[in-house]
């Protein structure tokens, strides 16, 4: 027992421990299982929270999802489908399993999702579709993705199939309106002439080129691209191919918005040079900043260099007969200077009598003459050589030298000969002769006072009697200085006289009368001459001032002054004296005055103004003039001369034709040109000559007046019936010197 009792107090122990270690754990399960119990709340919470957040979420997306017993084929839908639907809340259609089908999906599109839910049932997996639903609550048409995915038993049946929808609507509305900005881009890019490119600087290649290079170049785009590193480079021009790639040197060095825009040449497929203008811009850089790609367009600007050589040539050619004008000219005299070598020269040429082209065949036949003279001056001359037209009927040759002056000459002469054949022009033939000057070229030359001497040399020509050349000689040039001196003079003398007189010194016109007087001795008329004095109160020669005034823009108011003068101081005579009603003024009139449009009124009035009649104003016109006068000087002088104002014509004898033209123009008057007269009374042959103009005078009803009587022989040596003029009967005096009283008598 004293064995037994150790080991049951033992045992006793062990099991008061076991108890105690029982409870002990059964107290920490509990704690345990109650923590747990409390951490599965918190979870449960959580979860329910991030629930309710992804639903939120999924109604604010636009997506909803559904479940389909893969038995039965039911459809479960969670509520955002509802929501995506439209479908609200107590509606029977939720109760409707083909709500769905018969009131969401657009029947358009039902064979389409249909094929799609049967190719995921056939196949598993996961299967999209995108159609249209019309909302319930609103109307509107939405798009919508539905993904569908199906899980296959072991049998190869559905074992689950769920799905989700979402509303794709503005990512649809998106990509349409992407689809048709990039339609529109298209269709700009194909409708534009203008052909976009974009080039890879680094590989030296373009990588887009637009449709439109077809109609730039005839070539696709594919061969352009197709041409490596060449691209369209390979087609430009020869000359332009540096020029492009400094284009693109200086594109790569603009900033982001700056342009380089260049003009090159590039090959159309059928062989022509096309002219483009390139606008190339930075499109892309790599991260330093270096230039990527080029965007750029390519303009046809053919046409537009068209124009603007079209301008470049009207502006350095003469635009009626294609000749160089005065600027080509000067360029081309300059060069011709610097040139050296053997002497060339500068032929300075004025068609004769051109205006009587124009006055009687009309200015289109003007036009055709100066035309067929700017071809025949151009044969005459080698392939170097230039013709230029200075405008009007004047003309510019520039001859190289030949070996010496005297080839030189030779030259310009043949140039001059060209025009010894008649031109054909609005049905007949017109002889038109040039007088020309020439200068010969030097190292030291200047090229306009070349032209000036030249056409100072030319006008030397024309007074020489025309139809000749003339070399330029330095005395021609105090000549030319002389005549703007006295145009100066003129200018100044026309100008009006104010409150104040002219000061002393200042240049004066005036005006002398030679009287006319009959066989007996009375004198019946008188003729007004011009007078100018300088500064210093020297006479200026009438020859010289009233030439610089036919050539100048002077003469309608010269002679507007002398006709006034004239004829106040023939009233001032009358109401001086009586019975001098029969007392006539002459005054002398150029034919380009009296082609102006309004002379006649201009004479008219002036004799109204004097409270004059026609008869007592005499116009005396040379005879050369009224020759080369065309339809409308000739018209205004026949309407005078139908009024009463008689028609004179001076010089008589020293034109051409004039007894086939004298019974065909407007005259009441010859005057036999004192040239004649001089050889009296011992010339048999200017005897003969004044007889025959006095007795067909006489025969036709004209008056004749003879010029430069000047000794008592001359008078004596004058068929009877005709007037006299001449410092024998009177020479040119100031008004209130003239003596109007009876002259010398016959012996």
């Keep these: 027992s004293w064995l037994l009792d150790p080991l049951r107090g033992a045992a006793l122990g062990l099991l008061l421990a076991g108890l105690l270690a029982a409870v002990a754990v059964a107290g920490l399960l509990a704690r345990e299982r109650a923590q747990a119990v409390a951490t599965q709340a918190v979870l449960l919470d959580r979860l329910e929270e991030q629930s309710a957040m992804l639903e939120e979420a999924a109604l604010l997306a636009g997506l909803g999802s559904f479940t389909c017993d893969p038995e039965t084929m039911a459809f479960a839908f969670r509520e955002e489908l509802f929501a995506l639907w439209g479908v609200p809340a107590g509606s029977p259609l939720r109760d409707d399993p083909d709500v769905f089908a018969t009131h969401v999906l657009e029947p358009q599109d039902q064979a389409r999702v249909v094929a799609a839910f049967d190719e995921g049932l056939a196949h598993g997996g996961r299967h999209d579709v995108e159609f249209r639903i019309r909302r319930v609550d609103t109307g509107e048409q939405r798009h919508v993705r539905s993904t569908v995915e199906v899980v296959l038993g072991p049998d190869g049946r559905p074992a689950r199939i769920t799905g989700a929808q979402l509303d794709v609507s503005d990512l649809v509305a998106a990509r349409h309106a992407a689809q048709d900005a990039g339609a529109l881009h298209r269709a700009v890019l194909a409708a534009s002439p203008d052909v976009v490119f974009v080039t890879d600087v680094r590989e030296g290649r373009p990588v887009y080129v637009s449709p439109s290079v077809r109609q730039l170049l005839g070539r696709e785009p594919e061969e352009i691209l197709g041409a490596g590193t060449e691209g369209p480079s390979r087609h430009v021009h020869p000359d332009d191919v540096r020029v492009l790639a400094q284009a693109t040197v200086q594109a790569c060095a603009l900033g982001d918005g700056g342009v380089w825009q260049t003009r090159y040449r590039v090959l159309h497929q059928d062989g022509h040079w096309v002219w483009v203008d390139r606008r190339a811009t930075p499109f892309q850089r790599d991260a330093d900043g270096t230039v990527r790609q080029l965007l750029g367009v390519l303009r046809d600007v053919s046409d537009v260099v068209a124009a603007e050589e079209r301008l470049a040539h009207a502006a350095l050619h003469d635009p009626l007969t294609g000749l160089p004008n005065r600027v080509l000219l000067a360029a081309r005299l300059r060069g011709l ?118 056409d100072t040399a030319m006008y030397r020509a024309k007074g020489l009697g025309k139809d000749r050349l003339q070399l330029f000689e330095a005395s021609l040039r105090d000549e030319l200085a002389e005549r703007l001196r006295v145009e100066r003079l003129l200018r100044a003398a026309l100008q009006p006289v104010g409150p104040v007189p002219h000061p002393r010194g200042w240049p004066r016109l005036g005006l002398a009368y030679q009287v006319v007087v009959d066989e007996r001795g009375v004198v019946v008329g008188v003729e007004a001459l011009s007078r100018l004095t300088d ?15 036919e050539e100048s823009d002077l003469v309608q108011r010269l002679g507007a002054h002398v006709l006034e003068r004239a004829l106040r101081q ?49 116009l005396e016109l040379t005879e050369t003039s009224l020759l080369e006068a065309g339809p409308t000087t000739l018209a205004t002088l026949r309407r005078l001369h139908e009024l009463g104002v008689r028609v004179a014509i001076d010089d008589f004898g020293t034109g051409y034709a004039s007894l086939r033209y004298l019974t065909e123009l407007p005259v009441d008057l010859v005057k036999v040109d ?26 036709l009803g004209l008056g004749c007046v003879v010029e430069g009587v ?32 009876v002259r010398l008598a016959r012996r």
């Design 337 to 454: 200077v610097s040139a050296g070598g053997p002497r060339a020269a500068v032929v300075y040429l004025d068609l004769d009598g051109f205006k009587r082209v124009n006055d009687t065949a009309g200015h289109a036949a003007g036009d055709a003459v100066l035309c067929e003279v700017a071809r025949r001056l151009q044969t005459a001359v080698r392939a170097d050589e230039t013709v230029a037209r200075l405008g009007g009927d004047e003309f510019v040759v520039l001859l190289r030298g030949r070996d010496d002056d005297d080839g030189t000459l030779t030259a310009a002469r043949r140039v001059l000969r060209v025009l010894d054949v008649p031109v054909q022009a609005g049905g007949s033939l017109h002889l038109v002769r040039a007088s020309a000057g020439v200068v010969l070229v030097d190292g030291e030359s200047d090229a306009e006072q070349l032209l000036a001497d030249a």
């Design 535 to 549: 500064d210093d109160g020297v006479p200026v020669p009438p020859d010289l001032f009233v030439g610089v005034a």
């Design 570 to 618: 023939l009233a001032d005579w009358r109401r001086a004296a009586p019975g001098r009603e029969a007392l006539t003024m002459a005054v002398n009139v150029s034919a380009r005055e009296a082609s102006h449009p309004g002379f006649a009124a201009q004479v008219l009035a002036a004799l109204e103004r004097h409270r004059l009649e026609p008869a007592d104003l005499v």
């Design 674 to 699: 004192r040239g004649f007269t001089a050889g009296l009374p011992h010339d048999a042959a200017c005897a003969t000559v004044v007889r025959a103009v006095a007795g067909m005078a006489e025969e």
């Design 710 to 741: 000047e000794t008592q022989e001359q008078r004596d040596a004058l068929p009877g019936g005709v007037h006299l003029q001449g410092y024998l009967l009177g020479r040119p005096l100031p008004a209130d010197e003239v003596d109007l009283g």
